[in-house]
Structures are given as structure tokens and as C-alpha cells.
T-cell receptor
Framework: NAGVTQTPKFRILKIGQSMTLQCTQD?????MYWYRQDPGMGLKLIYY???????DKGEVPNGYNVSRSTTEDFPLRLELAAPSQTSVYFC???????????????FGNGTRLTVT | AQRVTQPEKLLSVFKGAPVELKCNYS??????LFWYVQYSRQRLQLLLR??SRESIKGFTADLNKGETSFHLKKPFAQEEDSAMYYC??????????FGPGTRLSVLP
């Protein structure tokens, strides 16, 4: 049981390049999330998904896109990388059914992205 | 609106001293509160969940609804406690909101 797995661990992009951050979980969690972590700013929610085929914007979605074709995978796409997207990106998952307590968030190891 | 505040960006204490990391929240309903910890260059991991009312690594936290606080406490800090600590609130469903974090530095 690997939990939440993110790839790559590190990446350097030039301005204007595109890339996809991969995230997969093997816990059959219905909820998945992408956060970015900037120094001194805590975690900001980029996008989240409540299940396969359903995604929604978080607090800072501009410049990003997501898809959720399967329960396990939740890739984050950067189309035109900008220096402001230099950050550490964390994928997370959780599970919740209406009327139930719900689980805490389970995080991946993070992807450190630098855009120059 | 859901909001979590952690007033201290950095907290430095000496080994063996008591430590308290402050967390206040605003939420109109009955929230669930968590503390997450991030050791250097590691993933965030759950430290405490208020409904569990347990002590992990010597840390405890009590939800005070009157003061809307969920402060994290440990009577005797250890050097290995040095990390980034995030307070988080879960409202309806699985909507998590994080505070800005407090970096705890335990000095020898």
C-alpha cells in the first residue's frame, strides 16, 4: 500500500513550457486535491475532485488544469509555466461518504518545481 | 467563511521547555480540527485529530469552542520536534482549510 505517489520529485521549467505533475493513490479514496506550498504562506488549494469525472477549482486555480478520469489518478497540468508557479506542489487524498466522519488528508511527498 | 490563523510564524524554545503552538479558527458550524506536521523535506503527516482526543509524540490539543481555538501543547520539547506545524479545519464534506503554519525550532 504505497498511499499517495507523486512524480517527479523535482523539475526545472523554462518560462512558457508545459508539464504535467502526476499523482496516484491506491487507497480507493474518492477525494483528491492539489495544493501548492509557498514559503511563509502555508498551503493553498489549487483544484480538487470529489470523484472520477468531477473536478472543481480551489483558491488559486489560474494557470493550472486537472482531470480525473479514474479514481486513482489526478494529474495537474501547467500549460504556460510562469515564475509565479515556482513552488512545492502536494497532492493529497481523503475519503468521505455522506453521513460518515471522513478521513484526514493523506499527502504525497511533493514536487519541487522551479520556473526560470 | 472558514479561516484558520496561526499567529506565530516561528517559535523557538529550548529543549525540555514547554511549547504551545497557537491556532484559532472561524467557522459557523461544528468543525473538525487537525494538526499536521512536516519534518524537513518530508511530506505532511497527520499529528492529531481533535475527535481522537489522543496524545501523539507527547503532543495534545484541546478544542475550545468558546475561544475558537485548538492550541497544540507539549510539556517538554525535544530537538526532534523541530518541524513545520499546520493547523487545519475541515468543514462540511471534505473541505480542508490550512493555517499559514508555525515553524518550531527546539534549541539544544
Amino acid at each position: 500500500n504505497a498511499g499517495v505517489t507523486q512524480t517527479p520529485k523535482f523539475r526545472i521549467l523554462k518560462i512558457g513550457q508545459s508539464m504535467t505533475l502526476q499523482c496516484t493513490q491506491d487507497m480507493n479514496h474518492n477525494y483528491m486535491y492539489w495544493y501548492r506550498q509557498d514559503p511563509g504562506m502555508g498551503l493553498k488549494l489549487i483544484y480538487y475532485s470529489v470523484g472520477a469525472g468531477i473536478t472543481d477549482k480551489g483558491e488559486v486555480p489560474n494557470g493550472y488544469n486537472v482531470s480525473r478520469s479514474t479514481t486513482e489518478d489526478f494529474p495537474l497540468r501547467l500549460e504556460l509555466a510562469a515564475p509565479s508557479q515556482t513552488s512545492v506542489y502536494f497532492c493529497a487524498s481523503s475519503t468521505w461518504d455522506r453521513g460518515q466522519l471522513g478521513s484526514p488528508l493523506h499527502f504525497g511527498n511533493g514536487t519541487r518545481l522551479t520556473v526560470t | 467563511a472558514q479561516r484558520v490563523t496561526q499567529p506565530e510564524k516561528l517559535l523557538s524554545v529550548f529543549k525540555g521547555a514547554p511549547v504551545e503552538l497557537k491556532c484559532n479558527y472561524s467557522y459557523s458550524g461544528s468543525p473538525e480540527l487537525f494538526w499536521y506536521v512536516q519534518y524537513s523535506r518530508q511530506r505532511l503527516q497527520l499529528l492529531l485529530r481533535h475527535i481522537s482526543r489522543e496524545s501523539i509524540k507527547g503532543f495534545t490539543a484541546d478544542l475550545n469552542k468558546g475561544e475558537t481555538s485548538f492550541h497544540l501543547k507539549k510539556p517538554f520539547a525535544q530537538e526532534e520536534d523541530s518541524a513545520m506545524y499546520y493547523c487545519a479545519l475541515k468543514g462540511y464534506g471534505q473541505n480542508f482549510v490550512f493555517g499559514p503554519g508555525t515553524r518550531l525550532s527546539v534549541l539544544p
